[in-house]
């Protein structure tokens, strides 16, 4: 009734249950806008399954390849063992991108990776996704990495990205023929896309 493009459903896996439940009972209602599932992408296939038929648009990170940096940045050394397999069902399940004749997607995967300073070499990851996929998912690469407070003192976290790197990376994915795709331009890094992890 407002008109809304879709319904974006955040960090949303562990509620997987009572979305589906909920979806159901909306749907029924009639519901029709689409559903984005906006991950992190560290997922379990056996969950994404259950979706099948019930996401349109996949929304998710492919945060790194290197076990170093996810093992440090992280916690999860396995990212990308995770990352792969779950975007791989993702894929399977809305296939290729389709769009609205006002441009906003319905139905496909965009993936985003998130340059982080001074790793430009774990941007390769751009390579895997469209070596593996092309052009039947959208890339999203984005520099709007903000240190906050309590990164300060780590030397590679404690800056934003430059443009130099974040140029490199971008061109870097023309050259590998990525067509499909978004870039951020001027300062996207800012502390309004950090929520407010206060409560207030």
Not at 64 to 87: I, R, W
Not at 105 to 128: C, F, K, N
Not at 138 to 167: A, F, G, K
Request: proline share 5%; glycine share 8%; net charge negative.
């Amino acid at each position: 009734e407002q008109h809304a493009h879709n319904v974006n459903l955040v960090t949303p896996t562990h509620m997987v249950p009572q979305i589906l439940d909920a979806l159901q009972l909306a749907k029924a209602q009639g519901l029709h806008i689409p559903i984005v599932y906006n991950t992190g992408g560290y997922e379990n296939t056996e969950t994404l399954k259950l979706l099948e038929g019930w996401v349109d648009v996949y929304l998710t990170d492919f945060k790194y390849l290197s076990t170093a940096l996810s093992g440090a940045y992280s916690h999860a050394a396995d990212y990308a063992e995770a990352a792969k397999p779950a975007l791989a069902e993702m894929v399977r399940q809305t296939g290729a991108a389709r769009f609205s004749p006002e441009g906003m997607m319905e139905r496909g995967v965009i993936v985003r990776h998130l340059l982080l300073p001074g790793q430009t070499a774990d941007a390769r990851a751009v390579e895997y996704l469209y070596h593996t996929y092309g052009d039947r998912i959208w890339i999203s690469l984005m520099n709007q990495y903000t240190p906050l407070p309590w990164v300060q003192q780590d030397p590679l976290l404690c800056r934003r990205v430059t443009r130099q790197e974040y140029d490199a990376v971008v061109d870097y994915a023309v050259a590998l023929g990525v067509e499909n795709g978004f870039t951020q331009e001027g300062e996207a890094a800012s502390e309004s896309f950090i929520p407010q992890f206060e409560g207030e």
